[in-house]
């Protein structure tokens, strides 16, 4: 059986982007590395969006960046002007392309089927598939549908992404609508809610088409469609010889807010800057700041469902940069404090020592 110095279990976005930056900053010339996956090919399966609020290797797969963006509810609607930190959209089919092109000439990286194909007693594994705590009925999940359409006509606004609008049926949870506008006549619409597991609330396909329908869409084209799930709870994660988890196996995901990506590409960074001494490599994570603050938000989210439109658009009362590096968590304390000074005050101090 074939033997790896690294072995990273999962070609996702995790596995790859960890890939990629070894390579790039040449730490695989003299060490190998498996990577396993099982799909046969790679094609676009996910969008990838968030504020830039600092530089990675992907810039060239970005689809589009926005300057503004809109948050709705029933009582008010704003945009918001983001010069500092452009929203931005990567192409997973465009990430997938370039990582691969360039794995592909290095010699010493090999893609397999299953981890079984390999001898990996003295290998160093980078593990991206997360092992979930034992599903309880109080666990929180971000779902999500969306459809890319194409219309005849001219019916978006190219300049401004519609980030959570949450005029539509609720259902005892909390539930948005988010659209990514790449054309005047082609963008990305998602169903997306923030809820305990329920089957109820899947029925996608017509909650799409009732938010097209309610803002005067009803002839079009489905380009692309994609779905997930996005565990608002965090897996078992324990420091190991021989191992380090990546991407939401590792914590990589925060969990007000599901993104993902660029917690990733700091996680790749920092192990490839410390790959000469891994094994005693301390675990990298986000912040605990961010996971205290996230797990009494998420309390208050699972408690009282009904004000959270209001809260997600009190964030971005005032400095809307101040918000975006909170919700990026690149904030400082005083910028923290100034985001908790507007969530309503007794609901969350309940919270805290419920």
Not at 210 to 217: A, C, F, P, T
Not at 237 to 245: D, Q, R, T
Not at 267 to 290: A, D
Request: aromatic fraction near 14%; include cysteine.
């Amino acid at each position: 059986m074939k033997k790896f110095d690294y072995v990273i279990i999962g070609g996702g976005c995790a596995g790859l982007s960890l890939a990629y930056e070894l390579d790039i900053y040449n730490k695989l010339d003299d060490k190998t590395l498996a990577i396993i996956e099982p799909r046969d090919n790679y094609k676009r399966d996910k969008t990838w969006s968030f504020w830039k609020v600092n530089q990675h290797n992907f810039d060239d797969c970005i689809k589009k960046e926005w300057n503004e963006f809109s948050i709705k509810t029933n009582s008010e609607s704003k945009i918001i002007k983001c010069d500092q930190f452009p929203y931005v959209s990567i192409d997973s089919g465009l990430f997938y392309d370039k990582i691969n092109t360039r794995l592909k000439k290095n010699k010493n990286i090999n893609f397999f089927k299953n981890i079984k194909d390999l001898d990996t007693t003295n290998s160093f594994i980078f593990n991206s598939l997360p092992s979930l705590k034992k599903e309880v009925s109080s666990n929180l999940w971000q779902h999500f549908y969306g459809i890319e359409i194409q219309t005849k006509e001219a019916c978006f606004n190219e300049e401004t992404v519609n980030l959570m609008d949450f005029n539509c049926e609720q259902r005892g949870s909390v539930h948005f609508f988010y659209v990514l506008p790449f054309s005047k006549n082609k963008a990305m619409i998602e169903t997306t809610w923030l809820s305990k597991k329920n089957d109820s609330l899947k029925d996608y396909d017509s909650q799409i088409k009732i938010y097209l329908n309610n803002i005067g869409i009803k002839d079009y084209k489905i380009n692309y469609i994609e779905e997930g799930a996005i565990p608002l709870f965090y897996p078992i994660n324990k420091k190991e010889n021989n191992k380090i988890n990546i991407g939401t196996a590792g914590g990589m995901t925060r969990l007000s807010t599901g993104y993902t990506f660029l917690n990733i590409q700091e996680h790749s960074k920092y192990i490839r800057k410390n790959i000469e001494n891994i094994q005693k490599m301390q675990l990298y994570n986000i912040g605990k700041k961010y996971r205290f603050l996230d797990e009494i938000f998420l309390r208050v989210l699972s408690k009282y469902p009904e004000k959270m439109p209001n809260i997600f658009s009190k964030i971005f009362n005032g400095s809307y940069s101040t918000a975006i590096k909170f919700l990026s968590n690149k904030s400082n304390i005083f910028e923290d404090f100034s985001i908790i000074l507007k969530m309503p005050k007794w609901i969350f101090i309940k919270s805290i020592f419920n």
